[in-house]
């Protein structure tokens, strides 16, 4: 049970070329879910800090975002659209949060292991906090559903341990202030401020690999260019890296049972199920039997059809900086009215004066 007002909300952070993972595993999905939900996106301008202090222009980084966001279909006036850094409230929150959680529970999470490796006393205190500003990102709108990439998943559950701890520590408190809610996690009754957040992963690619190593996620950071789909890239740049993608030599299987141990083959089925908006068995169903040889310029055609508008919007957005800017600022003072209201009452709860 969940009796919190849906609420959709999530992040992308402005480090980098946004690539077809974070397309498929993430902004597709907030296309999609603006049909039936009220929804917040931002660009995680603050969390962008976190690993590199200083970006060559974050400005820059931030608006393309943020045009990426609304060349794919997201429409700012109905839904807000906003850089997290206008509305300092996630950082007041987020405060909070670093006092409710624990260092264990920081330390523990894979992506900070993998970005701090062996060096983990030199990586900055913010890396470590990173996943309570992301809890504090959406729990500052007390927003209830979380489109995401695979990748994300273990910081969502962490968002849910705190908003838990959060919930049974203060429980009297809020009781006492005459806020939140009689919700039911697991089978326990709680009387929660904060909503468990769901995150909404599946699809038929939650987690998109490269292009060049079927094991390893697509990512901004990979050093080879060929590994990933840029947002950005043009027809002949999308076309020469599916081509060169990595397969194996045989035909590709007409059931999704036969993708097993086929690392390359899957993800590529993944995408072009993705990208039509079709199961794996559909695409299986359709290209059973056939060689990459022949799968791959279909392949290649979709990808296209379906990046090239929004390659070509995001640069007639990119041309008029004002125009994104005016939207990031409407979002920001939206979505700071929202926040506000959040921070009074956990102000309240904790029992700062105001
Ligand atoms: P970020 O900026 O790394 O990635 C943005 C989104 O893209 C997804 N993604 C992928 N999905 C599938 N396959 C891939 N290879 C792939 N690579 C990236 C990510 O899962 C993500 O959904 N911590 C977040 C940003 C954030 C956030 C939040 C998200 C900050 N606060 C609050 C949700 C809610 C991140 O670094 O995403």
Request: proline share 5%.
């Amino acid at each position: 049970m969940n009796a919190f007002k849906p609420l959709v909300f999530s992040g992308v952070q402005p480090t980098g070329n946004l690539h077809l993972g974070n397309y498929l595993g993430a902004i597709r999905k907030f296309v999609a879910l603006q049909e039936d939900n009220d929804c917040i996106y931002c660009v995680v301008d603050m969390h962008a800090i976190t690993a590199q202090l200083v970006h060559s222009d974050l400005k820059a980084q931030t608006r393309s975002i943020a045009a990426a966001f609304i060349a794919s279909g997201i429409d700012p006036v109905k839904h807000i659209v906003f850089n997290q850094s206008a509305v300092p409230q996630h950082a007041e929150l987020a405060w909070v949060f670093n006092c409710v959680a624990r260092i264990g529970w920081m330390e523990r999470m894979t992506q900070f292991k993998d970005k701090s490796g062996k060096n983990a006393e030199q990586v900055s205190l913010g890396l470590l906090a990173y996943p309570s500003l992301m809890a504090a990102d959406i729990l500052v709108y007390r927003a209830t559903h979380v489109p995401v990439g695979d990748d994300q998943k273990q910081h969502l559950e962490l968002a849910r341990d705190i908003a838990q701890k959060f919930n049974i520590d203060f429980g009297d408190h809020i009781r006492k202030a005459g806020l939140g809610l009689d919700i039911t996690v697991g089978d326990e009754p709680v009387h929660a401020y904060f909503p468990m957040v769901e995150p909404l992963i599946g699809g038929p690619a939650p987690r998109v690999m490269s292009l060049k190593d079927g094991t390893k996620k697509m990512s901004k950071s990979d050093p080879s260019d060929l590994s990933r789909i840029n947002l950005m890239d043009d027809v002949d740049a999308i076309s020469k890296k599916i081509k060169k993608a990595k397969t194996d030599p045989d035909a590709l299987p007409s059931e999704v049972e036969g993708l097993k141990g086929r690392a390359e083959a899957e993800n590529l089925v993944g995408i072009y199920a993705a990208l039509s908006d079709k199961t794996k068995a559909d695409v299986l169903a359709e290209f059973g039997g056939q060689q990459f040889s022949a799968f791959k310029p279909a392949l290649v055609d979709l990808a296209v059809n379906v990046l090239a508008p929004i390659n070509n919007e995001m640069r007639r957005l990119l041309d008029d900086v004002s125009h994104i800017d005016a939207i990031l600022k409407d979002g920001g003072e939206r979505a700071g009215a929202i926040a506000q209201k959040t921070m009074d009452e956990v102000r309240d709860i904790i029992g700062f004066l105001r």
